[in-house]
T-cell receptor, first 108, second 116 residues
Framework: GQQVMQIPQYQHVQEGEDFTTYCNSSTTLSNIQWYKQRPGGHPVFLIQLVKSGEVKKQKRLTFQFGEAKKNSSLHITATQTTDVGTYFCAGRYNDMRFGAGTRLTVKP | DAGITQSPRHKVTETGTPVTLRCHQTENHRYMYWYRQDPGHGLRLIHYSYGVKDTDKGEVSDGYSVSRSKTEDFLLTLESATSSQTSVYFC???????????????FGNGTRLTVT
């Protein structure tokens, strides 16, 4: 079936290092959304990408949607301890499918 | 955060017993969803509702039923709980139909269910 594959599953970085998580689909997506879930919390919507090749920024976070609308990435520049959590992508086919998430831990 | 309340927050139950989880919203959003979250699987849609008494199945609906008698309340029932239904359950709402439109999901705080 339609799936969104997300890698890596875990990422541990030193504070100040960069972080990237990737989502890939075997078929074209209508759009992709990104969510962040803090430890013990609930997913919170970050952003949505709709257009081919779209790039959006939120402070230190950069989101990209591939030209073929089959992949997306979230890049965090100079991580901080407040970035800790699990980042999920959710891709839209006929319905919305979530990736398995990338759990980010940051060492001060 | 959107006004979404899930109850109970934690539940331990025995295999074979019925369990009902409640989601209450104060946003007057038309669309409500139940997801389960398991390690390695992300969030998977169980059932959703697009209005009072209007519901449909999601990706992992077997063993679950739902009801929506009022706009603000969406109930998830496990008729006979099994250990495979041990999970964290999230309710979500959206202004428009997430499955077809671009609205983001707003999640409740979740219910941690353990079936022994």
């Amino acid at each position: 079936g339609q799936q969104v594959m997300q890698i890596p599953q875990y990422q541990h970085v030193q504070e100040g290092e960069d972080f990237t998580t990737y989502c890939n689909s075997s078929t074209t997506l209508s759009n992709i959304q990104w969510y962040k879930q803090r430890p013990g919390g609930h997913p919170v919507f970050l952003i949505q990408l709709v257009k081919s090749g779209e790039v959006k920024k939120q402070k230190r976070l950069t989101f990209q949607f591939g030209e073929a609308k089959k992949n997306s990435s979230l890049h965090i520049t100079a991580t901080q301890t407040t970035d800790v959590g699990t980042y999920f992508c959710a891709g839209r086919y006929n319905d919305m499918r979530f990736g398995a998430g990338t759990r980010l831990t940051v060492k001060p | 955060d959107a006004g979404i309340t899930q109850s109970p927050r934690h539940k331990v139950t025995e295999t074979g017993t019925p369990v009902t989880l409640r989601c209450h919203q104060t946003e007057n959003h038309r669309y409500m969803y139940w997801y389960r979250q398991d390690p390695g699987h992300g969030l998977r849609l169980i059932h959703y509702s697009y209005g009072v008494k209007d519901t449909d199945k999601g990706e992992v609906s077997d063993g679950y039923s739902v009801s929506r008698s009022k706009t603000e309340d969406f109930l998830l029932t496990l008729e006979s709980a099994t250990s495979s239904q041990t999970s964290v359950y999230f309710c979500a709402i959206s202004e428009s139909r997430i499955l077809k439109d671009n609205s983001p999901l707003h999640f409740g705080n979740g219910t941690r269910l353990t079936v022994t």
